[in-house]
């Protein structure tokens, strides 16, 4: 797959994490800075991921124009979250783990969406030597450097019946895993789309994915808190126009599908079996998971704290029911 459009990262690799960061940072606050605009646009940070493609979707056919948002996509998820937690973003497509964390760490946010729940995109690929999880013992695991890859590892440890102890994990960027496969570095990979499709034409299979833990893996649209009640108006459009560009994706599959795959440099049919993994939920399934007396995210929430409390990602439980929007329909629906 070629470097999706638009993306900071470097062709070859060289930059540090490190550095990238700083310079993704810069380029946010630069050209946030740049704007006439008395009122600049909202900032969205993203990464490369197949379920946030309709934000780009949505830019392109003229839902989400650059006079009231700016997308950002960086070169991996990590260093979104840290855009989003510095500041340097308003508005950010994260997971629910890397909420949680945002959460314990004092930042205050809001839950605008659901943008996907993950059914296979999320998985461990395996060079051809590891066919089953039985052979998991004694293997170089590389895992994604955001809390989701700690979190597939111990799922997939807990199928196999293994412990940590069992294998050897190295924790590396999801960008170098291409890399890492071609070199021999690593035997196993925890990663997700586009990602998993290049390791797959390299001859990794998968044995281990989100769609062995269904309803687990969230994707979610933040926003922090003070932005939301300042700009609410701005801030609920966003997130309407996301809807608006699913209706579109709906009405239109086969242009839409078009557009996105020549954005990330594949063809159309490339680009709807990297989102056989994904369901996008639709507006009324959203209002379910956010919404009502018992929103549904809330049961995920409780279930993702007792592996990121056992793993060590989190030092107590988080409460997540004070990030949601009170009858989010009022935000969200048209």
Not at 232 to 253: H, K, M, N
Request: contains cysteine.
């Amino acid at each position: 797959m070629k470097k999706t459009a638009g993306s900071m990262s470097s062709s070859n690799g060289s930059c540090s994490p490190v550095l990238m960061l700083v310079i993704c940072l810069s380029g946010l606050i630069g050209l946030s800075s740049c704007s006439r605009d008395p009122i600049p646009p909202l900032r969205i940070a993203s990464s490369p991921w197949p379920g946030y493609e309709p934000l780009y979707l949505a830019q392109e056919i003229g839902y989400l124009p650059a006079g009231k948002a700016t997308i950002y996509e960086l070169p991996s998820s990590d260093i979104t979250l840290e855009a989003f937690r510095n500041r340097s973003a308003d508005i950010a497509s994260l997971t629910l783990d890397e909420t949680l964390e945002l959460l314990q760490g004092g930042v205050k946010l809001r839950v605008l969406a659901v943008m996907d729940v993950s059914n296979g995109a999320d998985a461990v690929m395996a060079t051809p030597k590891v066919r089953t999880l039985a052979d998991l013992k004694g293997k170089r695991i590389a895992i994604t450097n955001i809390p989701l890859g700690v979190y597939m590892l111990s799922r997939m440890l807990d199928a196999a019946k293994l412990t940590r102890a069992d294998v050897t994990v190295i924790p590396s960027a999801e960008s170098r895993h291409e890399e890492m496969y071609r070199q021999g570095k690593a035997d196993v990979f925890i990663t997700f789309e586009p990602f998993k499709a290049k390791l797959a034409a390299l001859g990794a299979h998968d044995i281990f994915d989100s769609g062995d833990i269904p309803n687990e893996i969230f994707d979610l649209l933040l926003v922090h808190e003070d932005v939301f009640q300042q700009r609410r108006g701005e801030v609920c459009d966003v997130a309407r126009q996301w809807f608006r560009t699913l209706d579109y994706i709906e009405q239109s599959p086969d242009a839409a599908a078009g557009k996105i795959g020549k954005r990330l440099g594949v063809t159309a049919a490339e680009y709807r079996l990297m989102m056989g993994g994904i369901k996008i939920p639709a507006l009324q399934e959203n209002l379910a998971l956010l919404g009502g007396t018992e929103p549904v995210i809330l049961e995920a929430a409780m279930r993702l704290n007792e592996v990121m409390l056992r793993e060590g990602q989190l030092d107590k439980r988080v409460e997540m029911s004070a990030a949601l929007v009170d009858k989010p329909e009022t935000c969200i629906a048209k």
